[in-house]
Every structure is written in C-alpha cells, then in structure tokens.
C-alpha cells in the first residue's frame, strides 16, 4: 500500500490512485518559487530576454537589431512615464501653490463621524455637510465673496454675514482611504514585476549560457510533425532562460530594475499625494484606477512597437527552473509520512495559503504612503487634528528634476511670508 494511501484508514487500494493524484495536486499548489521568468507581454521582458538571445546567436545582425530596438523603446518608455509622473508632481509641488490651494488633510472628518477633531476648516469657520465643497467650487465662491468687498468695501460686515463660501473640506474619510489601498493593489503587479527582476538576476548562475538550442528530431518525430501540426523549423528551437553573464546582469539591474523601482515609487508617492486631496467621493473612485495607467504604458508600447517576431519568441520563452529533477521520486516511508516534522512544514503551507501575503503587504504600503502624505504636507493642530502646514508661494514655475526625484532633499524655492495659515495660528 503506498504511503498517503496507508494515512486514511478505510482507503481501498482502488483509491489509492485518487490519493496519489491529490497529493500531487496539492504539492504543487503548495510549491511555490519553481520557476522563474521575465515579464511576458512588455517592454522590460523584452529587453532583458533580447540582448541574451542575441548573444547566444552569436550576435547575429538580425538578432543584434532586434536587441537594439527593445532598448530602444524601453529608454521611450522610461522617457513617457517619467515625463507624465514630472508633470503631476510639478502640478502638486508648483502650480496648486500659484493657485492657492492648501493641504487638504483631515479638513472635516471630524464633522463626519471619524473623530472629534477637524470641524475648523481652511476657511476658520465651522465645517458642516451643508458647506463643505471641493477645491475648485470653494474658491469659485471665496472669490465671489472678496470681489464684492472690493466693489463694496463699506458694506464688508454685511458681505460677510450674508455671503457664505463654505468650507474646502472631505466628503468621506473612509472612501479616501479605500481609495488608496485599491490604488495600492493595481500598484502591486508592478512592484512584483521588479521584485522579480532582481531575483533572476540573483538566482541564474553567472556564466554565459545559451539560452537557445536547436532540437534535431528522428525520422519518426518528423513524420508525427508533419501529420499533425505541418512540420516547421522554428518549431524545433527551443529558448529557455540560462546563464547570464555578470556584466548583464548589472546593466539590467541598473537601466532595468532600479529605473522601474524609481518609479513605482514616485507614482506610488504622488499617486496617494493625489488622492489624499481629493475632496469628492466620485473623482476618488474613478482616479484610484487612473492613475496606475502610467505604468501600464510599457505594455502598451510592446503590443504597439515590438514586432510580432519579438514577441513569439518571448511567448515562446521558458521560465528558469528553481528545482533540478532527475525524473525520479523518492517513496516515503510511514515514519516519514507521519514525523512531526513533515507534519509542521504542511502546516505552516496551509498557514500560507490561508494568509494573503500581497493583501498584508498593500495594506502596509498604503498605511507607510498615507502616514507619509501626513508628515510631509500636514501638521497636529492645537484641537488634535491634521491640518495643513503654512503654505508659501514658489519664487518660480521651474521645477527641476532634482526637485522632481529628491524633493526632500532638494525642495522647490519659496517666497518667506506664507500666503495661506491655518486661522487658529
């Protein structure tokens, strides 16, 4: 009687088969890391896998040119998203300033439910649902109000009593933070895609392997061929992940993975920054999800760019393998069917399969990513609420790149005297 067929009782022998296939079946689900491979369907598989097929074809013009395409349209890509995440964070860091516009933070999550503070708004008056507004109908109306002081400057008292702007303050605190955590979860793809990078380059040995191989086939596999599928050369080639020479694997962790790490991290700053002051409900929902579009655009550009030959060899490419097997497996006896360490290391698969590890670690991100927006932008006010820190306006437009990649070690130039402080101050 086989081994698992003798740990249910009352098993016939008829069963045993059933019994071999689960345990199959549940070892490689349980199984994970197995293999390894490059992302499939964009521009950064294309340009690891390339280069290393080129040279195992010994450089050919052919396959060189290829190489040098994918590069090519990997620096375009890194050249859009760059320019795209540039142009929000100038928008944040710049241009609300010009505007205006303060730090959104806790402005009337007390006066919704979610705490006893935050029921002063940027405007100094008290935040009700009735008077709460997003930014741009805010100061539509706050200049509605100063204009016509201006016009009747003797009549300011009644403007005042008479005239209410409202306060620029949340809809809901809890949509915000659903907001960033389902933004987070479309982020997380990326995250592991470059996670995976870094661990091919760690697991394939360092030597300068072919990753292609021509499979020469018998008469009788040629006439199977043929009858079946149509005989074709390419057919017999098989591309695999192999070795891959030291000095690739540093070029491909520094213009691949650190680059696509680079930014994950400012869209993933500036995305949480972005929805951290949106004020509506609707505009949270629907930009949670438009903002990761930026880093679908590798993608975008593989399907537009990359030649259909490009990519069937990608498709055709197979992961490295983890495991070396030699076709054989080895019989457990009882006592190792049943030692207690058999037994725990089951226990703690189940435990995994049971804990979603991405799930736990989006939720850390969008806790580390919004506790971030909080002390970069706001400040605990004298009632204990978050709100924004004293606002100053830029000398200039000119947002440099320095600005853009390092802001808290290169911070945009400011005028000395605020424009905007909190009232209670």
């Not at 192999?242 to 930014?263: D, H, T």
């Amino acid at each position: 009687m086989h081994a698992y067929t003798a740990l249910v009782p009352g098993v016939s022998q008829e069963g045993s088969n059933s019994l071999a296939a689960a345990e199959k079946l549940t070892s490689v689900i349980t199984h994970r890391g197995v293999t390894c491979g490059v992302e499939k369907g964009s521009v950064y598989g294309s340009a690891i896998a390339m280069p290393q097929i080129a040279r195992s074809a010994h450089w050919s013009k052919t396959m060189t040119t290829l190489a040098a395409r994918c590069l090519l349209i990997l620096a375009f890509n890194f050249s859009i998203q760059a320019l795209l995440l540039y142009m929000i964070r100038r928008e944040q860091e710049v241009w609300n300033r010009f505007a205006g516009q303060m730090n959104l933070c806790d402005f009337g999550a007390g006066t919704l439910g979610y705490g006893g503070a935050g029921n002063v708004g940027p405007g100094g008056t008290k935040i009700t649902p009735a008077r709460t507004y997003s930014w741009n109908q805010w100061t539509v109306r706050v200049f509605i109000r100063d204009s016509l002081k201006l016009v009747f400057p003797d009549k300011g008292h009644e403007i005042d009593s008479k005239v209410d702007p409202g306060e620029y303050a949340m809809e809901d605190y809890v949509c915000r933070l659903c907001c960033c955590f389902v933004f987070m979860v479309k982020l997380m793809k990326s995250l592991c895609d470059a996670c995976d990078i870094a661990l091919l380059m760690h697991v394939v040995p360092s030597r300068a392997d072919s990753w292609i191989r021509y499979q020469r086939p018998t008469w009788a596999d040629k006439s199977f061929v043929k009858a079946v599928n149509g005989w074709s050369e390419i057919d017999l080639v098989a591309i695999q992940i192999a070795g891959i020479p030291r000095c690739w694997k540093v070029f491909n962790i520094l213009f691949i993975a650190v680059p696509k790490f680079v930014l994950w991290t400012v869209t993933a700053t500036a995305g949480v920054t972005f929805l951290m002051e949106t004020a509506s409900m609707d505009d949270l929902i629907v930009n949670c999800t438009a903002l990761t579009f930026i880093l679908t655009i590798d993608e975008m550009l593989e399907e537009c760019f990359t030649i259909s030959s490009v990519r069937y060899m990608i498709d055709r490419l197979e992961p490295f393998s983890l495991i070396k097997e030699d076709g054989h497996e080895k019989p457990a006896s009882d006592e190792e069917a049943e030692g207690p360490d058999k037994l725990s290391a089951r226990s703690t698969s189940n435990l995994n399969l049971l804990v979603p590890r991405k799930m736990l670690i989006a939720l850390v991100l969008t806790a580390g990513f919004v506790f971030d927006y909080y002390c970069r932008k706001c400040k605990i006010d004298d009632d204990g609420s978050w709100v924004s820190k004293s606002m100053y306006t830029p000398k200039s437009s000119y947002f440099s790149m320095m600005n853009f990649l390092f802001p808290a070690w290169w911070p945009v130039e400011t005028e000395d005297h605020p424009y905007w402080t909190m009232p209670s101050e």
